[in-house]
């Protein structure tokens, strides 16, 4: 394997799946449990960061006539309920997780505490932080970023429903370009969408590469894991 600890993004919407009727789809929870388990079963540590925009987006909150401090710790729990269904389907695989939490709420969650999210990665063990990093302002990519560094992860895998970062939006644009590598300074200067740039420039300054690939195609996660050139590689 070429990462012995990674740290998957996952966005909210994707437990959508294709069916915008729901909040959570069981068959896309189903699935991203399967593909965790074929690389946590080749030794590889995850830790993991759901966002809850299927639920509720902090950006949501203005329209709404909700103050965006509080909008914002709306969007925190909405990962908190994501992070529990995608914790009862891996455990439904056998695999033995740990949801940790940046806002105390002990009766469904540990309080995020660095060095127990470590032990608990030295065991084997799934983690997934919810909450966010506990305050308002700062998205689930930023929250991926800071709790990969502070876990001493390898790279930040970015799973979307595309296959990597493009020119443009290749949904959009047919004759949009995709690149297979990038440096941070060559995405900076491209204004490549790939992270917010909080979330973005905590990875750039330590080193840590990202990953952003399309997590819907079987197999993507371990093909990545066992460094095999998938999506588009920053670093």
């Known amino acids: 394997m070429k ?31 399967a593909e965790i388990q074929t690389v946590r079963e080749q030794g590889v540590e995850i830790a993991i960061v759901i966002g809850g925009g299927n639920i509720f987006r902090g950006g949501q909150a203005e329209a709404l006539g909700i103050d965006r401090v509080q909008g914002d710790y709306m969007g925190m729990l909405a990962t908190v309920v994501n992070g529990m269904a995608l914790q009862s389907a891996l455990e439904r695989h056998g695999m033995y997780t740990r949801l940790m939490s940046g806002i105390k709420m002990e009766q469904v969650c540990e309080p995020f505490i660095r060095r127990r999210a470590i032990r608990h990665l030295e065991k084997g063990r799934i983690v997934i932080f919810g909450a966010g990093i506990g305050n308002p302002y700062f998205t689930t990519d930023s929250t991926a970023s800071l709790r990969a560094i502070e876990v001493q992860a390898d790279v930040v895998l970015k799973g979307t429903r595309v296959d990597g970062v493009y020119s443009k939006d290749p949904e959009k644009f047919s004759d949009a370009v995709r690149y297979d590598k990038l440096s941070f300074q060559e995405a900076y200067e491209k204004n490549l969408n790939i992270m917010d740039m909080t979330a973005f420039t905590l990875c750039m300054e330590n ?9 819907n195609k079987q197999g993507n996660l371990l093909r990545i894991a066992k460094g095999e050139e998938t999506g588009t590689l920053i670093s």
């Open 3 to 33: 990462y012995k600890r990674i740290l998957l993004k996952l966005s909210g919407e994707s437990l959508q799946g294709g069916n915008k009727n729901t909040n959570i789809d069981p068959a896309m929870l189903e699935q991203y449990a």
């Open 207 to 215: 080193k840590l590469p990202i990953v952003v690939f399309d997590m």
